[in-house]
C-alpha cells in the first residue's frame, strides 16, 4: 500500500522567507511517480511537478525547488523568497509508474500562509 | 478555455435523492479520473477510465456510486440515494500518455451537500 504523509498542516511566514514543505512517502514499488500539487483557496488543483523515482536529481523552477532523496523517502519543496500569491494547500502525491494503475494516493496537505 | 470542465460546480441535495455530476476532459486527454476531497483532506482516488473503457475502481466507490464515460470523451459520476456522507467536493482530473504519463490535470470540482 502506498502513503503519503505531510506532517506540517499548516505553515505562516512572512513575505519573502523561504519556506520547506515537507513530504515523506511510503510504497513497495521500484518505480513511481512523486507530484506535487496547489490548490489555491479557487479551489482547483494546479500541477507543479512530476519525479519519476529513478531520478534524484534535484529542480529548480523559478523561485521553487524540489528535494528528492530516496534514501529517506522524502520529497521536499522549497519557494525561496514567498510572495502573497504563494498562498495556497500544497499536496505531495505518490503514484506507481509503468503499470496500468494510475490512482494518486495524497497526503493530506499543508497549508501556507504568507503575510504581507 | 481548454481545461478540465465540470458541472454543476455547486450541488444542494436532500437526503436520500440521485444526483448526477459531468466531467469534460482535455479534448486530447484519452485518460479521466474521479476523485473526492472532504474538508481538510486530500483527494481520494475513485476510478480512472481510459477511453470508454473503466479500469480501475476504488474501494470507496461503493454500490451506489456508478461512472460512465460512453463515448471516450465526457464522463458523467451518478451517486444514487445520496447520504450526508456524501457531502464532499468531487474531482475530475485527465491525462494523456506518453512523456506526461500520468501527470493528471484536474477540474474545479463540484460540491456537493446532502442535507
Known amino acids: 500500500a502506498q502513503k503519503v504523509t505531510q506532517a506540517q498542516t499548516e505553515i505562516s511566514v512572512v513575505e519573502k522567507e523561504d519556506v520547506t514543505l515537507d513530504c515523506v512517502y511510503e510504497?513497495?514499488?521500484?518505480?513511481?511517480?512523486l507530484f506535487w500539487y496547489k490548490q489555491p483557496p479557487s479551489g482547483e488543483l494546479v500541477f507543479l511537478i512530476r519525479r519519476n523515482s529513478f531520478d534524484e536529481q534535484n529542480e529548480i523552477s523559478g523561485r521553487y525547488s524540489w528535494n528528492f532523496q530516496k534514501s529517506t523517502s522524502s520529497f521536499n519543496f522549497t519557494i525561496t523568497a514567498s510572495q502573497v500569491v504563494d498562498s495556497a494547500v500544497y499536496f505531495c502525491?505518490?503514484?506507481?509508474?509503468?503499470?496500468?494503475?494510475?490512482?494518486?494516493?495524497f497526503g493530506s496537505g499543508t497549508r501556507l500562509q504568507v503575510q504581507p | 478555455d481548454t481545461g478540465v470542465s465540470q458541472d454543476p460546480r455547486h450541488k444542494i441535495t436532500k437526503r436520500g435523492q440521485n444526483v448526477t455530476f459531468r466531467c469534460d476532459p482535455i479534448?486530447?486527454?484519452?485518460?479521466l479520473y474521479w476523485y473526492r476531497q472532504t474538508l481538510g483532506q486530500g483527494p481520494e482516488f475513485l476510478t480512472y477510465f481510459q477511453n470508454e473503457a473503466q479500469l480501475e475502481k476504488s474501494r470507496l466507490l461503493s454500490d451506489r456510486f456508478s461512472a460512465e464515460r460512453p463515448k471516450g470523451s465526457f464522463s458523467t459520476l451518478e451517486i444514487q440515494r445520496t447520504e450526508q456522507g456524501d457531502s464532499a467536493m468531487y474531482l475530475c482530473a485527465s491525462s494523456f500518455g506518453g512523456e506526461d504519463e500520468n501527470i493528471q490535470y484536474f477540474g474545479a470540482g463540484t460540491r456537493l451537500s446532502v442535507l
Open positions: 502525491a505518490l503514484s506507481e509508474a509503468y503499470t496500468g494503475r494510475r490512482a494518486l494516493t
Open positions: 479534448s486530447e486527454h484519452n485518460r
Open positions: 510504497t513497495r514499488d521500484t518505480t513511481y511517480y
